[in-house]
């Protein structure tokens, strides 16, 4: 049996999908792991509940409004409590050995880079930083001695199978994709559907955005971007099949014919135990596969007709310069105006398309060139939206 030494672990987005998940893993291991930073966006009461059970040495609430709340919630635990982007940057920046990056969007960048630059481990859930800032992320991570683990099931499944030793001898990624809840719906039928029907997902229980990012399958199309910033493979030998049962989780297919694959039930805490345990493993309480029991696996083909995001996605990463950054903004602002009933979900791609082909945005040069990005193309998408 494989040891673990203790490591020391911050989550950022800590009350999330990911965040709870992770922690749910904690929990059964005590011995394994003590918690240096927690963070949440606005879920106060969560995150002083997890601050008093996990007592991490700093707990931070996106939201300054929050903050006396916070602090009072906490006050006698000796937990230093801070608030706003400020406080995101500290809590990413107090010394641990590994940081799961799990806020959701763009706006979690900052954070992350302030951990990628003190050179720490970081079990990456976020896609959306590789989206819109691959190229500079990569080069931050280089240059810090950083190390990235992937935590998104996809490219957890590729780096497990991925032979870095014979790189050359790869010949395809095959990303797998589940097609999401309206897989088998006709486009028609797509324009009425309710933000309620969009989160449903068949196979995983995921936060808003990226729920409705699988049922756009606008996902699928940030996860090339992220695979293909994540495995030294070119755009071309980047591609997906439609797997509805969710069971493989990707594939590396090498040039002797060879297809690796890795497999699991659809529990994200199987890739989060594997980055939390690397280069070791440790107990899940994941279900064991049964392939008897499942009996058939399926794949079809995309239908990039029906599915236009992903389509939007993959022409961005083709034409790169500032389409991906822009691509990512445009979707987030489209994916929140949908959940909150401003446009409908037909509408979604028709406004990443139109932002798309709006803009003369050159390729970001530098990280703050990526951030004017992110604002322009923000506010130009927030401009294409009907008016209260
Ligand atoms: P979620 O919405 O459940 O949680 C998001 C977390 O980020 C929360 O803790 C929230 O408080 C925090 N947050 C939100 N906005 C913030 C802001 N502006 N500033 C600071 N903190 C903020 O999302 P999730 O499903 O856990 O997904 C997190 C990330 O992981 C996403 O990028 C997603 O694409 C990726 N991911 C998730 C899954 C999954 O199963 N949920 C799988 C693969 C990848
Ligand atoms: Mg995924």
Redesign the pocket.
Known sequence: MQTMEKKTLSIL???????QNTLDLVRRNPADFDIVAL?????VELLIALAKEFKPVIATI?NEELFTVLKDGLAGTGIRCTAGEEG?LEAANEPSDMVVA????A??LRPVLTAVRRGATIAL????YLVCAGDLMMQEVATHGATLLP???EHNAIFQVFDDAAENAVSRIILTASGGPFLNRSVESLGTVTPKEAVAHPN?D?????SVDSATMMNKGLEVIEAYHLFPVEKHQLDIVIHPQSVIHSMVEYIDGSTLAQLGCPD?RVPIASCLAWPNRMRTPAKKLNLAEIGSLDFFDVDYTKFKCLQLAKDALLAGGAAPTMLNAANEVAVAAFLDKKIGFLDISTLVETVLSKSDMKEPHSLANVFEIDTETRSLAQSYLPKA
């Open positions: 987005g800590a009350t999330g999908s990911i965040g963070t949440a966006f606005s879920g996106g995101l799990a806020i959701v969007g706006a979690g859930a976020n896609k959306e935590v998104d099931s995983w995921m936060g808003a955005k990226i994200m």
